[in-house]
């Protein structure tokens, strides 16, 4: 018989899939629409050139660093070289390296991929506008910028700009031979070098699209949010943005013992295996030249268990996920924000109802084993009848122990550290899927923050499903420009408190804020985590 958390995972690839492949066949058709001018910008390396189309200046496939290959694979992101003339900048690059069956359509993939793109309002030119940088999820082993389209965003009045980082083993790598050809080099955590580039790239450039270098917000989604978490954490990061949007925030999340990090030590061990059970030993330059000979698409390989291996299951051989290497990553986030060393930014935080999950544990029994002592308790709160499912036993207790009751974590730290945060929970289900789902599963609030549920829906979206998506949308976009959510005629929008612990949700009866329904389950699960402190 199929293990059943094998049958959660594919159902969830299956749900989330659909979601990422509706983005992508929107964002196509944008940029397949028809031109209705074009402009050019000066940025570093040169002059781009963009699309003025409906509305809106779009550029994409904007080089922020050379091409990580060669010589310069598991290096830190390079100044791009100059080019001559006008450079295109018409379509979306090619996503990063990964597994093909898993990569986003349209765009391919590449080793050759640190670009980004920008979406901004044609119009509004007589004072700069605050800008959205967006940051994509898929477990740091997959995913890719082109599948999430600005245009509607962009639409409301701001900047938006999205950026492709490299994943799996071409991101998240630390073999000793790459400290004795750099011993002054970051190491280990090229993908988030990536993003800080881009972030950089934006200070210096933005201004030139009609940007506020002053005014960012960097967001993101899973381990796009989790990816954010390290930016608010980072001394590397100070100074780069000035607000936060983390969406159902993983690897890391906000609670060290969800899913743990890796010591750079620990990450070196990981790669020197893998390099063994290539054929490669030592750590000279002999070494590391023959580890970047071996071609892309098989450091790709064997990452579909990703998920599974980050909470608890087998390893993936090569692969380190978030490294904390001393430098970029100093320590686990959760302890930098207990101890009130993170940017002092404003933030919003949450996660959706029935978010991201996965065991390796077979029965009941093994699930709450996760709570020591405090079994029983779970049990009444999980199981009171005794007849609730594997399946849904996991989907309840890892949800919440690794999206859900984090998110509140870092919502409750931030508020104690006196930053103003924003907590909500995504529960809303589309009219016409709400006979096939519980609720709203992991990225499901991606399209309705995005201003386009029409991309999943297509025919089937209903006015409720349009009017969710201008107010969550909204709530987005004031916060971008102002650093507070509310406006607009929206329900209001209080900061949170930890005293109550409310939450702000998004559901199929409309918007609440009020108490949280999971509220028992988070508390505890709070209290296992203190334990552990």
């Known amino acids: 018989m199929k293990h059943p958390i094998a049958k959660y995972r594919a159902a969830l690839a299956g749900t989330t899939a659909l979601a990422l492949v509706a983005l992508t066949t929107t964002g196509t058709a944008f940029a397949q629409s028809s031109a209705e001018g074009q402009t050019v910008v000066a940025v570093e390396g040169g002059k781009v050139r963009g699309v003025a189309t409906n509305g809106l200046i779009v550029f994409k496939g904007i080089p922020f660093a050379q091409p990580p290959v060669g010589a310069l694979r598991w290096r830190p992101p390079q100044p791009v070289k100059p080019w001559d003339g006008i450079r295109a900048a018409t379509a979306f690059s090619a996503n990063p390296m990964q597994p093909v069956h898993s990569a986003p359509p349209g765009a391919g993939i590449s080793e050759d991929c640190l670009y980004l793109n920008v979406w901004r309002p044609a119009a509004t030119w007589d004072k700069p506008l605050p800008v959205m940088v967006w940051i994509y999820g898929g477990g740091l082993v997959r995913g890719g910028a082109s599948l999430y389209p600005g245009e509607f965003l962009a639409r409301q009045g701001i900047v938006i700009v999205s950026l492709n980082y490299r994943v799996g083993r071409l991101g998240f790598f630390a073999h000793p031979a790459l400290a004795r050809e750099a011993p002054d080099d970051l190491r280990g955590n090229y993908g988030y070098m990536d993003q800080l580039a881009a972030l950089r790239w934006v200070q210096k450039n933005i201004a030139g699209f009609g940007g506020d270098p002053k005014n960012v917000t960097v967001a993101g989604e899973s381990a796009g949010g989790g990816s954010v978490l390290v930016l608010l954490t980072s001394p590397l990061a100070r100074g780069l943005f000035q607000r936060t949007i983390l969406e159902s925030a993983g690897l890391p999340t906000?609670?060290?013992g969800a899913t743990p990090m890796r010591s750079l030590a620990a990450a070196e061990s990981i790669a020197v295996e893998?390099?063994?059970?290539?054929?490669?030993?030592?750590?000279d330059p002999a070494a590391l030249a023959a580890l970047r000979a071996i071609p892309a698409a098989t450091l790709c390989q064997d990452m579909d268990a990703y998920l599974l291996a980050t909470m608890g299951g087998p390893e993936i051989p090569g692969l380190s996920h978030s490294i904390i290497d001393g430098r970029l990553v100093v320590e686990p986030p959760e302890a930098t924000v207990r101890a009130g060393r993170q940017a002092m930014v404003p933030v919003i935080v949450g996660a959706n109802n029935v978010d991201l999950a996965a065991s390796p544990a077979q029965t009941k029994e093994g699930v709450f084993a996760m709570f020591g002592p405090l079994a029983p308790q779970a049990r009444k709160l999980y199981d009171p009848k005794g007849d609730t499912s594997l399946k849904d036993l996991v989907q309840m207790v890892i949800s919440d122990q690794?999206?859900?009751?984090?998110s509140r974590n870092l919502a409750e730290l931030m508020t104690r550290a006196g930053q103003p945060a924003h907590f909500y929970r995504f529960s809303y289900v589309p009219e016409a899927l709400r006979a096939k789902m519980p609720g709203a599963p992991h990225a499901a609030e991606i399209v309705f923050a995005f201003d386009c549920p029409g991309a999943i829906l297509k025919e089937k979206v209903t006015d409720a499903d349009l009017s969710m998506a201008r107010t969550m949308s909204g709530y987005w976009v004031d916060f971008v420009k102002t650093g507070d959510p509310?406006?607009?005629?929206?329900?209001?929008?209080?900061?949170?408190?930890?005293?109550?612990r409310d939450v702000l949700n998004f559901t199929d009866q409309g918007i609440t804020d009020g108490p949280d329904p999971l509220k028992e389950r988070l508390d505890l699960w709070r209290t296992v985590w203190e334990q552990e402190h």
Not at 274 to 283: F, L, Q, S, V
Not at 402 to 406: I, Q, R
Not at 486 to 496: F, K, L, S, V
């Open 254 to 256: 906000p609670r060290a």
């Open 274 to 283: 893998y390099a063994r059970a290539a054929g490669i030993k030592g750590d």
């Open 402 to 406: 690794c999206m859900v009751e984090p």
């Open 486 to 500: 509310n406006g607009g005629g929206r329900p209001a929008w209080p900061r949170y408190d930890p005293a109550s």
